[in-house]
C-alpha cells in the first residue's frame, strides 16, 4: 500500500509570493492533517479535512487556508509569503476513528528568501 | 490551557542499555495518547498508542510506554537500545475540545544511543 505523498519536496520562494502544496493520503483514508514543523516552534497544527470539510483549524493567519477533494486528496496554500513560513510542511491522513494514528508524508520543505 | 511536555530535549544512552523518553499532559477528559518517531528529512512515524486498557502498550520496533493515569504520564521505553533508535521522539496526545478532537504534540526528544 502507497504512504501518502507529498510533493513538491523542496520549494523556494520570495517573500510575497504564494505557494500551493499537495498531499495524496493512504488509499481509503478519508481523514487529512496539516503541520508546520519549525526548530523553534515544533510541530504546529495547521487544520484537518474530512470528506471535503474542514473539521478542525488551528490558530494560524488567514493566509493559510487549505481543501480537500472528493478523492480525499489535499492542497493547502499560503499566501504572501513571509520569511517567518519557512518550514516543513507535514500532510497526515488517517482512517476514520479519533483513536486512529496518522501517517505522516515526508513533508514539503518551504524556504522563503 | 491543554499542553504535553516532554521535559528532556535530548536523552543519552548506551547501545545495550534501558532507554526511556518521558512525557507528560495536562488535557481535561480522556485523551488518547500517542508516540511517534522522526528520522532525518522524513516525516513522523507511528510507534504506538493507548486508548483505553492495559497501562502497558507495546509498540513498533521493541518499544512500549506505560500510561500512568494519576501522574498523567506517558512515557516511552525500550530494554535495550539499539544505535538505530537514534531519531527524534514525538509524543501526541488527541483530547475532544470545543472545535473537536484536537493532537497536540510535545516539542520532541532527540534520542543519541551511543555503540
Known amino acids: 500500500k502507497a504512504g501518502v505523498t507529498q510533493t513538491p519536496r523542496y520549494l523556494i520562494k520570495t517573500r510575497g509570493q504564494q505557494v500551493t502544496l499537495s498531499c495524496s493520503p493512504i488509499s481509503g483514508h478519508r481523514s487529512v492533517s496539516w503541520y508546520q514543523q519549525t526548530p523553534g516552534q515544533g510541530l504546529q497544527f495547521l487544520f484537518e479535512?474530512?470528506?471535503?470539510?474542514?473539521?478542525n483549524k488551528g490558530n494560524f493567519p488567514g493566509r493559510f487556508s487549505g481543501r480537500q477533494f472528493s478523492n480525499s486528496r489535499s492542497e493547502m496554500n499560503v499566501s504572501t509569503l513571509e520569511l517567518g513560513d519557512s518550514a516543513l510542511y507535514l500532510c497526515a491522513s488517517s482512517l476514520e476513528g479519533w483513536d486512529q494514528p496518522q501517517h505522516f508524508g515526508d513533508g514539503t520543505r518551504l524556504s522563503i528568501l | 490551557a491543554q499542553s504535553v511536555a516532554q521535559p528532556e530535549d535530548q536523552v543519552n544512552v548506551a547501545e545495550g542499555n534501558p532507554l526511556t523518553v518521558k512525557c507528560t499532559y495536562s488535557?481535561?477528559?480522556?485523551?488518547?495518547l500517542f508516540w511517534y518517531v522522526q528520522y532525518p528529512n522524513r516525516g513522523l512515524q507511528f510507534l504506538l498508542k493507548y486508548i483505553t486498557g492495559d497501562n502497558l502498550v507495546k509498540g513498533s520496533y521493541g518499544f512500549e510506554a506505560e500510561f500512568n493515569k494519576s501522574q498523567t504520564s506517558f512515557h516511552l521505553k525500550k530494554p535495550s537500545a539499539l544505535v538505530s533508535d537514534s531519531a527524534l521522539y514525538f509524543c501526541?496526545?488527541?483530547?475532544?475540545?470545543?472545535?473537536?478532537?484536537?493532537?497536540?504534540f510535545g516539542a520532541g526528544t532527540r534520542l543519541f544511543v551511543k555503540a
Open positions: 488535557v481535561s477528559g480522556n485523551p488518547y
Open positions: 479535512y474530512f470528506s471535503e470539510t474542514q473539521r
Open positions: 501526541a496526545v488527541r483530547h475532544l475540545n470545543t472545535g473537536g478532537f484536537k493532537t497536540i
